[in-house]
């Protein structure tokens, strides 16, 4: 069993920046690759970022590439997400969610991820 805990979300205007953390418990957090998912009112639920269980390989979507920078630091079970140059479109409730299956094409399906937090509010007003 594994537990995910995300924090750090808030209200920040735009261009400014967030860090957002996730804390993993349970089962060995240093097998799985970890994902960040959002979800906006009225839509979908999306991929965001992926990191490998090493760390040595990051994916982004387009809409956040140059933007975001996803980080994980082992010894601690944490994985962070910063978030730079905010955008209106970029509120949303923001998920972390870890994938046994390790590091993969599926990395960018919800459906891949076993665990999944509670989510934290990002809200990023213009």
């Known amino acids: 069993q594994v537990q995910v805990v995300e924090s750090g979300g808030g209200l920040v205007q735009t261009g400014g920046s967030l860090r957002l953390s996730c804390a993993a418990s349970?089962?060995?957090?240093?097998?799985?690759?970890m994902g960040w998912f959002r979800q906006a009112p009225g839509k979908e639920r999306e991929f965001v970022a992926a990191i490998s269980w090493g760390g040595g390989s990051t994916d982004y979507a387009d809409s956040v590439k140059g933007r975001f920078t996803i980080s994980k630091r082992n010894a601690k079970n944490t994985m962070y997400l910063q978030m730079n140059s905010l955008k209106a479109e970029d509120t949303a409730v923001y998920y972390c969610?870890?994938?046994?299956?390790?590091?993969?094409?599926?990395?960018?399906?919800?459906?891949?991820?076993?665990?999944w937090g509670q989510g934290t509010q990002v809200t990023v007003s213009s």
């Open positions: 969610a870890t994938d046994a299956g390790g590091w993969g094409p599926q990395r960018r399906n919800l459906g891949a991820y076993d665990y």
């Open positions: 349970g089962r060995t957090f240093s097998f799985y690759t």
